[in-house]
T-cell receptor, first 116, second 117 residues
Framework: GAGVSQSPSNKVTEKGKDVELRCDPI?????LYWYRQSLGQGLEFLIY????????KSGLPSDRFSAERTGGSVSTLTIQRTQQEDSAVYLC??????????????FGPGTRLTVL | AQKVTQAQTEISVVEKEDVTLDCVYE???????LFWYKQPPSGELVFLIR??????QNEISGRYSWNFQKSTSSFNFTITASQVVDSAVYFC??????????????FGTGTRLKVLA
């Protein structure tokens, strides 16, 4: 069984460009989570999906960040007009469901984003 | 406010020593879940344990043990007879349900454990 996969593994972009980060969850997992890990920092929770729905987007750092999930599977995190402070590792995780006894999260390898 | 505090930024021990990683949490909920994750140098977080707020029984898994004490809001992690392969960053995390019916996930800032040969 494949784990959570993320692509690209590394992304270098110029300030002001848009980037898309992709996450492919574990098959059968209905919940999907995005986190940001800046250098030497803990994990900052961004957003989660239960199915295709993101019930709370308040964790997204700014309106330049958006996320979607289609077909209850793959999710895309989009950062528009990237800034240097967006440089971080973006981690995706999935779980059977969100909340309750089934939200043990399994993490992907992350996408390292560098904004020049 | 919900919060997870891992006061130990970095710990160094010599192989075979026992080491305890501290985790203190804050929550107003009565139902919540606590987790520990390991992030080895390769970078991918690995799930270690999950504990719900109604289960204060301590757990042992091989060289790993966890001490959950609601009275002190702590969920500490002990590695017995540490090994070099235990070197990693360890994160404590809390999940809880909000009144809106959504969920929130809070991670601590991690403790970097270095086990020296």
């Amino acid at each position: 069984g494949a784990g959570v996969s993320q692509s690209p593994s590394n992304k270098v972009t110029e300030k002001g460009k848009d980037v898309e980060l992709r996450c492919d969850p574990i098959s059968g997992h209905t919940a999907l989570y995005w986190y940001r890990q800046s250098l030497g920092q803990g994990l900052e929770f961004l957003i989660y999906f239960q199915g295709n729905s993101a019930p709370d987007k308040s964790g997204l750092p700014s309106d330049r960040f958006s996320a979607e999930r289609t077909g209850g599977s793959v999710s895309t995190l989009t950062i528009q007009r990237t800034q240097q402070e967006d440089s971080a590792v973006y981690l995706c995780a999935s779980s059977l469901q969100a909340g309750g006894t089934t939200d043990t999260q399994y993490f992907g390898p992350g996408t390292r984003l560098t904004v020049l | 406010a919900q919060k997870v505090t891992q006061a130990q930024t970095e710990i160094s021990v010599v192989e075979k020593e026992d080491v305890t990683l501290d985790c203190v949490y804050e929550t107003r909920d009565t139902t919540y879940y606590l987790f520990w994750y390991k992030q080895p140098p390769s970078g991918e977080l690995v799930f270690l344990i999950r504990r719900n707020s109604f289960d204060e029984q301590n757990e042992i898994s091989g060289r790993y043990s966890w001490n959950f004490q609601k009275s002190t809001s702590s969920f500490n992690f002990t590695i017995t007879a540490s090994q070099v392969v235990d070197s990693a960053v360890y994160f404590c995390a809390l999940s809880e349900a909000r009144t809106s019916g959504t969920y929130k996930y809070i991670f601590g800032t991690g403790t970097r454990l270095k086990v020296l040969a």
